[in-house]
Each structure stands twice: as C-alpha cells, then as structure tokens.
C-alpha cells in the first residue's frame, strides 16, 4: 500500500516530552504541541488504513516533504526534526490506528526529508516475505 498525506508536515515529535512531579514523583507527559501533531496524523491516516492489521515482517518507506520556500524542490533536507524522531510518532499512531498489529513489525525503514513544492508525508508499506533480505 503506499499513499500521499498531502499537509505541512508536524515538526512535533514522540521525544518531546515534559514532566511534572505529582506527590513527589515525576511524571512524563506528552506537550500540548505533539498532542497536536499525533491528532493532526491520525485524521490524514485514518482513510488509507488497512481493513485488517497487516501481520508479519513489514518495510516503511517514509518521504517527509517540508515546504520548499528557498530551498530548490526535492532537495534534501538536513535539517531538525531529525527523522528517526519524526518516524516514531508517526509509526505510533499508524499503530494506534491498526496498521499493523505492534511497530516491532516494521523490520526495515527507508525514512527520507526533503524540501518540496507540495509539502506533505509519502508513504509506503509493504509485507516482506519471510526469508526476504
């Protein structure tokens, strides 16, 4: 499966974290910014989501499309948000939404970012076959 979020990309990502202590303890919260971001990726995701979890080993190619504005079209981008970072909140909620039955089965990656004209998130899931390398 392999679709095209057309959107400006969240810049929030799962490691944005805050913490507060409550009777003494700290606590881990989630920041009103990524929040916002997993809510923002779970209403472009939720059409293209598979009527059943996809099961066994999984390869996500993700393409993070940022706007352009100076930079030339398709370059990439070697910028912050890095893209292990903007991958794990994004595989969250794909998991959240039953993409697949745990992220642990994503077993290759190819995450990208680039500047482009037509900001958004390329992606594509594909099932590997058992003994595939």
């Known amino acids: 499966m392999q679709f095209f979020l057309p959107m400006l ?3 929030a990502t799962h490691q944005q974290k805050g ?16 929040t916002a971001a997993r809510a923002k ?3 472009h995701l939720t059409a293209h989501r598979p009527p059943e979890p996809l099961t066994g ?9 940022f706007p352009a504005g100076k930079h030339p079209d398709g370059t990439y981008k070697p910028t912050r948000p890095d893209t292990d970072n903007l991958n794990k909140l ?4 794909m998991t959240d939404l039953h993409f697949w039955k745990d992220d642990a089965q994503v077993a290759s990656e190819i995450i990208e970012k680039f500047w482009a004209e037509v ?6 899931v594909e099932q590997l076959e058992k003994g595939e390398a």
Request: charged content about 25%; proline content about 12%.
């Open 57 to 65: 080993p999984l390869r996500l190619v993700v393409k993070w499309c």
């Open 41 to 43: 990726l779970a209403a």
């Open 119 to 124: 900001p958004g998130i390329w992606i594509r």
């Open 90 to 93: 994004l595989k969250d909620v």
């Open 9 to 11: 990309p969240p810049t």
């Open 19 to 34: 913490i507060r202590v409550q009777n003494g303890k700290p606590v881990v919260y989630e920041k009103e910014r990524v």
